[in-house]
């Protein structure tokens, strides 16, 4: 999955690109291969998107490059075809033009879903990319940003980078596992705090003791006939009682540090609030419906938790469709690990009446503060 956080990124919408399967095989022989690519555009802004016009662009070719040599078998499909458009470019053979129709934005928080299907993989391996050119309101001319697109072989498959634990004692090395294929111009290689790590020959890999909470990165590189593909896992481990680093501190006298369990919850009018970690802790969250929602097709109140350490975005959400059962049903709960220093994202869905609490609890001293490019 590739993500950029809006820190990263000159467009106002937050592009999110996967693939089907993933990664992309090449075609082999006379059936071709066909795979999907899914866009998610979310606005994390604390202000409403207005976009003037969205290209989405496939190199079309039989390179390594390339990702297609047939543009026209590209389905394109929106799951909000009521407010928004999406057509391809009659004069640019692979790309498609998302534009608004009438009420066509993006309030906070909100999330369009843009699919490309039975797109027919050329068979060259190699990393492509989908080229994203936005134009918003008020955006200072067209922006663009790349999303690598990898085609391995046929049949080869890689994924489920996980550690064996997700909290470590610090100290403690972390065990990671993975699933992938061997063959000649496969190489693996383990990416974290320390010297890059050659694990081509491993699926099972202890890192060295650490100290910090750490994210891993596994870079697998394929190459057949000069043609290279390029796919990357992330994964987070969490140590406990991490390593304290300080530039200076001075004590006057005895100091106690008491962890102090915060509730908090959004404001009424507020959907989505963002927020950075000075220290580990949890964060639990309990969502419940005023009243019981038995439509299946009606909107339930959700809450979710995004949290996002060194590139590596872990999301929990919970929905309520049943009203409180008794005086102390707190309702439909989560828990987000949130390591010090991480980017935590809370929104909730209120188009149907509910309440919600949060509960921040810290391992150490430190708040769960707005994030400093969401304070005004």
Same mark, same amino acid.
């Given at each position: 999955?590739?993500?950029?956080?809006?820190?990263?990124?000159?467009?106002?919408?937050?592009?999110?690109?996967?693939?089907?399967?993933? %990664?992309?095989?090449?075609?082999?022989?006379? &059936?071709?291969?066909?795979?999907?690519?899914?866009?998610?555009?979310?606005?994390? =802004?604390?202000?409403?998107?207005?976009?003037?016009?969205?290209?989405?662009?496939?190199?079309?070719?039989?390179?390594?490059?390339?990702?297609?040599?047939?543009?026209?078998?590209?389905?394109?499909?929106?799951?909000?075809?009521?407010?928004?458009?999406?057509?391809?470019?009659?004069?640019?053979?692979?790309?498609?033009?998302?534009?608004?129709?009438?009420?066509?934005?993006?309030?906070?928080?909100?999330?369009?879903?843009?699919?490309?299907?039975?797109?027919?993989?050329?068979?060259?391996?190699?990393?492509?990319?989908?080229?994203?050119?936005?134009?918003?309101?008020?955006?200072?001319?067209?922006?663009? /940003?790349?999303?690598?697109?990898?085609?391995?072989?046929?049949?080869?498959?890689?994924?489920?980078?996980?550690?064996?634990?997700?909290?470590?004692?610090?100290?403690?090395?972390?065990?990671?596992?993975?699933?992938?294929?061997?063959?000649?111009?496969?190489?693996?290689?383990?990416?974290?705090?320390?010297? %890059?790590?050659?694990?081509?020959?491993?699926?099972?890999?202890?890192?060295?003791?650490?100290?910090?909470?750490?994210?891993?990165?596994? !870079?697998?590189?394929?190459?057949?006939?000069?043609?290279?593909?390029?796919?990357?896992?992330?994964?987070?481990?969490? !140590?406990? =009682?991490?390593?304290? &680093?300080?530039?200076?501190? &001075?004590?006057?006298?005895?100091?106690?540090?008491? %962890?102090?369990?915060?509730?908090?919850?959004?404001?009424?009018?507020?959907?989505?609030?963002?927020?950075?970690?000075?220290?580990?802790?949890?964060?639990?969250?309990?969502?419940?419906?005023?009243?019981?929602?038995?439509?299946?097709?009606?909107?339930?109140?959700?809450?979710?938790?995004?949290?996002?350490?060194?590139?590596?975005?872990?999301?929990?959400? !919970?929905?309520?469709?049943?009203?409180? =059962?008794?005086?102390?049903?707190?309702?439909?709960?989560?828990?987000?690990?949130?390591?010090?220093?991480?980017?935590?994202?809370?929104?909730?869905?209120?188009?149907?009446?509910?309440?919600?609490?949060?509960?921040?609890?810290?391992?150490?001293?430190? /708040?769960?503060?707005?994030? %400093?490019?969401?304070?005004?």
């Amino acid at each position: 999955m590739a993500r950029r956080s809006p820190g990263e990124s000159l467009l106002a919408v937050t592009y999110t690109v996967t693939t089907r399967p993933s %990664p992309l095989q090449v075609s082999q022989g006379a &059936t071709p291969a066909l795979a999907s690519v899914d866009v998610v555009l979310t606005n994390h =802004r604390d202000e409403t998107v207005v976009p003037e016009e969205i290209v989405f662009a496939f190199p079309v070719g039989d390179g390594p490059g390339d990702l297609t040599a047939n543009p026209g078998g590209i389905e394109p499909r929106l799951d909000d075809s009521r407010r928004w458009r999406l057509e391809p470019e009659s004069d640019r053979p692979g790309a498609f033009l998302l534009t608004p129709k009438r009420g066509g934005e993006l309030e906070p928080g909100e999330e369009l879903v843009v699919t490309f299907a039975h797109i027919q993989i050329n068979p060259a391996v190699g990393t492509s990319r989908l080229t994203v050119t936005e134009a918003v309101e008020g955006g200072g001319g067209p922006q663009h /940003e790349d999303h690598p697109l990898a085609k391995v072989p046929a049949g080869f498959t890689v994924g489920d980078l996980r550690p064996q634990y997700l909290l470590v004692e610090s100290g403690e090395g972390a065990v990671l596992t993975w699933r992938g294929e061997s063959g000649p111009g496969a190489v693996y290689t383990m990416l974290h705090a320390g010297e %890059p790590v050659d694990v081509t020959r491993v699926r099972r890999w202890e890192s060295p003791a650490l100290h910090q909470d750490t994210a891993f990165t596994l !870079v697998v590189e394929v190459t057949v006939d000069g043609g290279t593909a390029e796919y990357a896992l992330s994964t987070l481990v969490t !140590v406990a =009682r991490p390593d304290l &680093t300080v530039r200076r501190l &001075t004590v006057g006298g005895r100091v106690a540090l008491t %962890p102090v369990p915060v509730e908090f919850a959004l404001d009424e009018d507020v959907l989505v609030r963002e927020c950075a970690a000075e220290t580990d802790g949890l964060l639990i969250g309990h969502i419940l419906a005023d009243e019981d929602i038995t439509d299946p097709a009606a909107p339930a109140p959700t809450l979710a938790v995004t949290v996002t350490v060194g590139g590596a975005a872990r999301r929990s959400s !919970v929905q309520s469709r049943t009203a409180a =059962r008794s005086p102390e049903d707190p309702g439909s709960g989560l828990t987000a690990l949130v390591p010090r220093g991480a980017a935590v994202r809370i929104t909730r869905d209120d188009r149907a009446a509910h309440t919600h609490r949060l509960t921040w609890i810290p391992f150490g001293t430190g /708040e769960l503060g707005t994030a %400093p490019e969401a304070v005004p």
